[in-house]
């Protein structure tokens, strides 16, 4: 619970390192989304000059392709469902990310004006969002920077039994929503929900795409259907495909920082003790340990490789009053 607690309460944002692509869901590459894209479409269609097509994944004539180019995820209207879509992160143990942006990929079929954008709702939980046990860590309706991009989505374009032809209708807009968390090591869900800039128009989240393949190992992306949550599975096309797990596209912006030590500096199991600080300023001072017979932590309080640091001595006093690692 105490963990939980210090978590929840750390959104403080240390400042000085600049921002940049932390990660990118199920893309070898922070800064590439995964969106597959390319040049020409399976049938060999090439893309309009400059632009590229997203085409929706496959895993060749026999096994099938995906069906869905995308799931939806806008408010509800008066002819509209409303829907939230979510996916998981992970931040690695040693690691805190002080995040920034998180940005997603976004497309309203037919949809020609300035952005089909207005608005964002954005959660992060520790844990499925709104399942028993799960913590909300930050909630923010910031306005997000909505950008055109390059890149059209398109059906599956070789796998039967009808065969689309690509086409231009689906412009995929990359929308990035200010985030400010600092998020320690544990996994994390990303519950998005979009506002369109004009009533009842569908915003669909385009989900993570392979070059070659339908689904990939541990995919959990969930969606919220008329107020009731579900895992999404891609139904398939063919005659032979059966419903995979998918995953989202998404960006996570922002810097890497240091996590601290146990604020148990001496390893007795009391946390937050005043003999943790009498502890820290005898090992600090070359001192032993104290009580004797105990042994304490180094004194990398922030693990960022100086010691006998005063900046170590501001981070155990950080920590010691649940404020984040320094
Ligand atoms: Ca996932
Ligand atoms: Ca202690
Ligand atoms: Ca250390
Ligand atoms: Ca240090």
Known sequence: MLRNT??????????????????SNASPDPNTPALASVSSTGSGVPAPGGASWSEVGDA????????????????????A??????????????????????????YSPGFSGASPISGANLKVWLGQPEAQGSLSVTSTTAAPV?????????????????????DTSRQIWAVTVPVAARLD???YWLDLQLTPSSPNLPLYVVPATLANGRTSAGWNARQQVDGAWQAIADTGKSALASPVAQDL????????????D?????????????????????????????????????????????????????????????????
């Open 146 to 166: 909505v950008s055109a991009t390059s890149i059209y989505r398109v059906f599956v374009t070789n796998v039967g039994p009808a065969i689309t032809s690509p």
């Open 60 to 79: 060749g004539p026999v096994v099938g392709a995906n069906a869905a180019a995308g799931f939806a995820a806008h408010v509800g209207g008066p002819n």
């Open 262 to 326: 146990s604020v148990d500096f001496n390893n007795d199991g009391s946390l937050f003790d005043p003999t943790d600080i009498d502890a820290f300023f005898s090992v600090f001072s070359e001192g032993p340990c104290v009580p004797s017979g105990a042994t304490c932590n180094d004194i990398d309080f922030n693990n960022d490789g100086s010691f006998f640091d005063p900046q170590d001595v501001d981070a155990f006093f950080s920590v010691f009053s649940e404020g984040p690692c320094l």
């Open 185 to 187: 090591p544990g996994a």
């Open 6 to 23: 210090l978590i929840a309460a750390g959104l403080a944002i240390v400042p000085g390192a600049l921002a940049q692509n932390l990660y």
């Open 81 to 106: 469902l409303a829907y939230r879509i979510a996916d998981d992160v992970v931040v690695p143990s040693g690691s805190s990310w002080s995040v920034t942006s998180m940005t997603f990929y976004v």
């Open 249 to 260: 596209a998404f960006l996570v912006a922002g810097s890497i920082g240091n996590v601290c």
